[in-house]
């Protein structure tokens, strides 16, 4: 008999009698193969990719892509300087993703427009509303607004109330106030009715969503642009538009039907994507 075959065996290893650790390190180690085993059984029902309704994670991947992010986890990517090659195709995706959304012929990288990867598309709606935080601040400063007296100036950030929890968040770590503009059974989007009734000097920006996830929809950011070029027109502080696009920004450009909602419209400033 091969005990050693028994040994790396989940079915005949004692190991895969014990309880899976779940507060401390043991004391001993365990053998690698009956660990995959047993992390693969606890992840059964959640690591397919074509049945993972929970998040934006339903799309399956060639096995050379998942080779190679495989290979990419002794990168630490992060580090721009000590990872040049790999920081250049970060730059190529950003372009490339750039222009799909059209940004327009002849921009160029960090010239005309910036982007970057991030961890997921929660921190990529994180950057879109700093970017939008910090401009109002700007723009406040200048037109005579006491932004520190924040019992006047709170800044506030207008979305749909079918958001996704990390604007939440967002608006919790920055101190800025959420106003949500309700759905009905007759307004499963964003509300265009009354969406400018939330704006006032102390608005940041409106968050479109290109794909909710809980009613399927799209926010009509095609209208919604125009409503803020109206706005706009005589506004003390203008406005700008992020785009949370993290359901659907690598669904819609390949598909017909889809009103414009990306960099085509004058006021979308910012756009987040999901990579997965």
């Excluded at 390949?254 to 987040?272: E, M, Q, T």
């Amino acid at each position: 008999m091969n005990t050693d075959y028994l040994e790396s065996s989940f079915l005949g290893s004692k190991e895969a009698a014990r309880s899976m650790p779940k507060k401390v390190l043991p004391d001993q180690g365990m053998n690698p193969d009956t660990a995959e085993t047993l992390v693969n059984h606890i992840r059964l029902n959640e690591a397919k990719a074509d049945q993972n309704l929970a998040t934006f994670c339903t799309t399956q991947m060639e096995p050379q892509a998942d080779r190679l992010m495989m290979n990419s986890l002794e990168t630490n990517a992060i580090d721009k300087s000590e990872y040049p090659k790999t920081t250049a195709m970060e730059n190529y995706s950003i372009s490339m993703i750039a222009h799909m959304w059209n940004i327009g012929e002849g921009k160029e990288l960090y010239k005309d427009f910036i982007g970057t990867s991030t961890v997921g598309s929660s921190e990529g709606c994180m950057l879109g509303g700093l970017a939008l935080l910090h401009s109002w601040k700007h723009r406040a400063k200048i037109a005579g607004l006491d932004i520190d007296n924040l019992h006047e100036h709170k800044p506030n950030l207008i979305i749909n109330s079918a958001f996704q929890v990390v604007w939440e968040k967002f608006c919790t770590y920055w101190n800025v106030e959420l106003r949500e503009v309700p759905m009905d059974e007759n307004h499963m989007s964003l509300n265009m009715d009354t969406v400018m009734d939330y704006v006032d000097e102390n608005t940041i920006g409106i968050v479109g969503i290109q794909g909710i996830t809980y009613t399927g929809r799209v926010d009509d950011i095609q209208k919604l642009d125009e409503l803020v070029s109206e706005y706009n027109k005589t506004a003390k502080l203008p406005i700008k538009i992020h785009v949370d696009a993290a359901f659907g920004g690598f669904f819609a450009p390949f598909v017909d039907g889809f009103k414009p909602w990306d960099f085509r419209l004058k006021n979308v400033a910012s756009i987040n994507v999901s990579g997965q």
